[in-house]
Protein backbone atom coordinates (compact mmCIF):
# COMPACT_ATOMS: atom_id res chain seq x y z
CA UNK A 1 0.00 0.00 0.00
CA UNK A 2 2.90 2.47 0.65
CA UNK A 3 4.17 2.11 -2.58
CA UNK A 4 0.48 2.62 -4.16
CA UNK A 5 -0.35 5.91 -2.52
CA UNK A 6 3.66 7.11 -3.20
CA UNK A 7 4.06 7.14 0.74
CA UNK A 8 7.16 8.67 2.47
CA UNK A 9 8.52 10.18 5.43
CA UNK A 10 12.28 11.93 6.10
CA UNK A 11 14.14 10.52 8.44
CA UNK A 12 16.07 11.97 11.44
CA UNK A 13 18.98 12.65 8.87
CA UNK A 14 17.10 13.65 6.62
CA UNK A 15 16.39 10.91 4.45
CA UNK A 16 13.68 9.68 2.14
CA UNK A 17 11.72 6.05 3.85
CA UNK A 18 9.46 4.67 2.58
CA UNK A 19 6.83 3.45 5.60
CA UNK A 20 6.02 -0.06 6.92
CA UNK A 21 2.12 -0.38 6.91
CA UNK A 22 0.33 -3.41 8.39
CA UNK A 23 -3.29 -3.80 7.57
CA UNK A 24 -5.71 -5.46 9.56
CA UNK A 25 -9.34 -6.04 8.51
CA UNK A 26 -10.69 -7.91 11.13
CA UNK A 27 -14.13 -5.96 12.44
CA UNK A 28 -14.80 -5.32 8.23
CA UNK A 29 -14.42 -9.26 7.79
CA UNK A 30 -17.07 -9.96 10.79
CA UNK A 31 -19.36 -7.47 9.13
CA UNK A 32 -18.36 -9.19 5.61
CA UNK A 33 -19.30 -12.38 7.30
CA UNK A 34 -22.41 -11.87 9.16
CA UNK A 35 -23.77 -9.81 5.69
CA UNK A 36 -22.87 -13.24 3.72
CA UNK A 37 -25.11 -15.54 6.66
CA UNK A 38 -27.86 -13.36 6.79
CA UNK A 39 -28.32 -13.34 2.82
CA UNK A 40 -27.43 -16.83 2.51
CA UNK A 41 -29.55 -17.90 5.26
CA UNK A 42 -32.95 -14.91 5.05
CA UNK A 43 -32.77 -14.01 8.35
CA UNK A 44 -33.74 -17.63 9.87
CA UNK A 45 -30.44 -17.78 11.87
CA UNK A 46 -30.13 -20.95 13.77
CA UNK A 47 -31.31 -21.64 17.60
CA UNK A 48 -27.93 -21.38 18.82
CA UNK A 49 -26.91 -17.76 16.76
CA UNK A 50 -30.41 -16.19 16.99
CA UNK A 51 -30.42 -12.60 18.88
CA UNK A 52 -33.87 -13.90 20.23
CA UNK A 53 -34.35 -17.65 20.68
CA UNK A 54 -37.88 -17.89 21.89
CA UNK A 55 -41.12 -15.25 22.39
CA UNK A 56 -43.58 -15.78 25.19
CA UNK A 57 -46.78 -15.22 23.96
CA UNK A 58 -50.03 -14.84 27.08
CA UNK A 59 -53.12 -15.21 25.38
CA UNK A 60 -54.98 -12.39 27.80
CA UNK A 61 -53.49 -10.43 30.62
CA UNK A 62 -54.14 -12.99 33.24
CA UNK A 63 -51.66 -15.33 31.85
CA UNK A 64 -48.86 -12.58 31.55
CA UNK A 65 -47.82 -13.59 35.05
CA UNK A 66 -47.52 -16.87 33.83
CA UNK A 67 -45.67 -15.89 30.45
CA UNK A 68 -42.86 -14.18 32.80
CA UNK A 69 -42.02 -17.50 34.79
CA UNK A 70 -41.78 -19.39 31.47
CA UNK A 71 -39.61 -16.53 30.30
CA UNK A 72 -37.63 -16.40 33.74
CA UNK A 73 -37.02 -20.24 33.33
CA UNK A 74 -35.70 -20.05 29.71
CA UNK A 75 -33.36 -16.94 30.90
CA UNK A 76 -32.20 -19.87 33.95
CA UNK A 77 -30.40 -21.72 31.42
CA UNK A 78 -28.93 -19.06 29.51
CA UNK A 79 -31.55 -18.68 26.47
CA UNK A 80 -32.53 -15.77 25.20
CA UNK A 81 -36.15 -14.49 25.56
CA UNK A 82 -38.96 -12.13 25.07
CA UNK A 83 -42.42 -11.75 26.38
CA UNK A 84 -44.86 -10.27 24.15
CA UNK A 85 -46.85 -7.76 26.63
CA UNK A 86 -48.90 -5.42 24.42
CA UNK A 87 -52.40 -5.69 24.19
CA UNK A 88 -52.37 -7.06 20.75
CA UNK A 89 -54.86 -10.07 19.27
CA UNK A 90 -52.42 -12.87 19.77
CA UNK A 91 -52.56 -13.61 15.61
CA UNK A 92 -50.60 -9.94 15.39
CA UNK A 93 -47.96 -11.17 18.20
CA UNK A 94 -47.86 -14.61 16.12
CA UNK A 95 -47.13 -12.09 13.01
CA UNK A 96 -44.52 -10.19 14.61
CA UNK A 97 -42.62 -12.99 15.80
CA UNK A 98 -42.70 -14.47 12.34
CA UNK A 99 -41.60 -11.37 10.57
CA UNK A 100 -38.56 -11.09 13.75
CA UNK A 101 -37.97 -14.56 12.63
CA UNK A 102 -37.53 -15.49 15.94
CA UNK A 103 -37.31 -19.63 16.24
CA UNK A 104 -39.52 -20.36 18.95
CA UNK A 105 -43.07 -18.78 19.75
CA UNK A 106 -44.87 -20.18 23.12
CA UNK A 107 -48.21 -19.34 23.34
CA UNK A 108 -49.87 -19.48 26.87
CA UNK A 109 -53.47 -20.18 28.06
CA UNK A 110 -55.37 -21.83 30.64
CA UNK A 111 -55.50 -25.12 29.85
CA UNK A 112 -51.44 -24.38 29.40
CA UNK A 113 -51.06 -23.03 32.06
CA UNK A 114 -53.11 -25.70 33.95
CA UNK A 115 -50.93 -28.30 32.36
CA UNK A 116 -47.40 -27.02 32.88
CA UNK A 117 -47.34 -27.01 29.04
CA UNK A 118 -46.97 -24.08 26.20
CA UNK A 119 -48.29 -24.29 22.73
CA UNK A 120 -45.40 -24.36 20.97
CA UNK A 121 -44.98 -22.50 16.92
CA UNK A 122 -41.35 -23.23 15.18
CA UNK A 123 -40.69 -20.64 12.65
CA UNK A 124 -40.57 -23.22 10.10
CA UNK A 125 -43.32 -25.78 11.08
CA UNK A 126 -45.48 -24.07 12.43
CA UNK A 127 -47.76 -25.31 15.06
CA UNK A 128 -46.60 -28.31 17.23
CA UNK A 129 -49.45 -28.50 19.76
CA UNK A 130 -48.82 -28.73 23.59
CA UNK A 131 -45.37 -29.35 24.77
CA UNK A 132 -43.73 -29.53 28.37
CA UNK A 133 -41.88 -26.33 29.51
CA UNK A 134 -38.92 -29.00 30.34
CA UNK A 135 -38.97 -30.47 27.01
CA UNK A 136 -38.43 -26.51 25.57
CA UNK A 137 -35.64 -25.08 28.43
CA UNK A 138 -33.92 -28.92 26.93
CA UNK A 139 -33.86 -27.60 23.40
CA UNK A 140 -32.52 -24.35 24.29
CA UNK A 141 -29.92 -25.43 26.59
CA UNK A 142 -28.71 -28.02 23.74
CA UNK A 143 -28.83 -25.10 21.27
CA UNK A 144 -26.59 -23.02 24.11
CA UNK A 145 -23.07 -22.61 22.69
CA UNK A 146 -20.91 -24.33 24.86
Do not use: C
Not at 120 to 139: C, H, M
Amino acid sequence: MPERFDMTYRTADNTEERPWMLHRALFGSIERFLGILLEHTAGNLPLWLTPTQAVVIPIADRHLEAAQDIAKQIRAVEGRVEVYEQNEPMRVKIAKAQSAKIPLMLVVGDKEIEDGTVSLRTREEGDKGSVPIADILGVIEDARVK
